[in-house]
């Protein structure tokens, strides 16, 4: 068996080791906003909850390891003491894991990630509007744990309100486990499915992604592409150029073809193909074809 001394292995190691053993993880995505009343989202797999009376949840954006910094969601928190944490299902995980990406402060992740912003009743932070359940909660606490790079700050909050979706509720008005389709944390890239099982994400790139923003409105508003293709879309470094585009249907004339004949539907059927085939370049290429 191996055993490990926590102060004798590297804090990077130690958390590869602690997050493939503790999961899966539920998902908080923390909607918060600067003491400038700026919009930031981000999600956080340190947490659950911890009480009902009080209804109390807890979360944890660590210090960045690289530099021992802390996040925004961190200091609007402290500064605002408001948060809403909106549960994460199946149908925003690319986009939820697009919004992680470390924009700089003050960039909306709302807009980044293609998520709406809807207003809160009771707090000033916005919900996500297509988390199947969203608190509006009040910070009573952050709780320290250190200065060194990966040390946690847990954020308790006391849940004022609770908003749920009726198509995930069953017939007796409770929340259906299976509908609600529910994604946890594991380690590495992965990710659980609750009523399906485990799936890969890749983390979004170390550079920024363009963002779902930046996406044309035409494909944005498409009857095929879903929120998670979006998400896929958004998470490219850069738009491939009419060089690239060319010669990539010149090198795949079925393709080329189908572009040529200007139908809408079905190309973006078969961009959404290579998404699914993590081919997300290449759907690109025949999504911005003329």
């Not at 068996?1 to 602690?18: A, C, D, F, R, W």
């Not at 210090?63 to 299902?89: F, L, Q, S, Y």
């Not at 139908?263 to 998404?275: D, E, M, P, S, Y």
Request: one cysteine or more.
């Amino acid at each position: 068996m191996l055993s490990i001394n926590p102060g004798e292995v590297s804090t990077g190691k130690l958390h590869q080791y602690m997050l493939g053993a503790v999961g899966p993880r539920p998902i908080a995505f923390a909607s918060t906003v600067d003491k400038d009343g700026r919009p930031n989202l981000s999600p956080f797999s340190y947490f659950n909850v911890f009480s009902t009376n009080p209804p109390i949840l807890i979360f944890s954006p660590a210090r960045r390891g690289r530099d021992k910094t802390v996040k925004h969601t961190h200091t609007n928190a402290k500064a605002t003491k408001e948060v809403v944490i909106n549960i994460v299902n199946y149908n925003i995980v690319q986009q939820m894991s697009l919004s992680s990406t470390d924009y700089d402060e003050g960039v909306n992740e709302f807009e980044k990630s293609g998520l709406s912003m809807l207003e809160s009743e009771l707090v000033k932070p916005f919900r996500v509007a297509e988390s199947p359940v969203q608190f509006e909660c009040r910070v009573n606490d952050v709780v320290e744990l250190g200065s060194e790079g990966g040390a946690g700050n847990l954020v308790i909050c006391e849940v004022l309100r609770m908003h749920i979706k009726e198509d995930v509720l069953d017939a007796e008005g409770l929340i259906d486990q299976h509908k609600i389709d529910q994604v946890a944390r594991m380690g590495a890239n992965w990710y659980s499915r609750a009523n399906l099982g485990m799936f890969e994400v890749p983390k979004p790139l170390s550079k920024l992604g363009i963002g779902v923003d930046q996406i044309p409105q035409e494909i944005r508003n498409s009857e095929v592409l879903t929120g998670n293709d979006l998400g896929k879309l958004g998470n490219v470094e850069a738009l491939p150029s009419k060089e690239e585009i060319d010669l990539y249907l010149k090198e795949n004339p079925k393709l080329a073809a189908a572009v040529a004949k200007g139908n809408v539907k079905g190309i973006h059927t078969q961009a959404q193909i290579l998404i699914e085939e993590n081919k997300t370049e290449e759907a690109w290429k025949i999504l911005l074809a003329k």
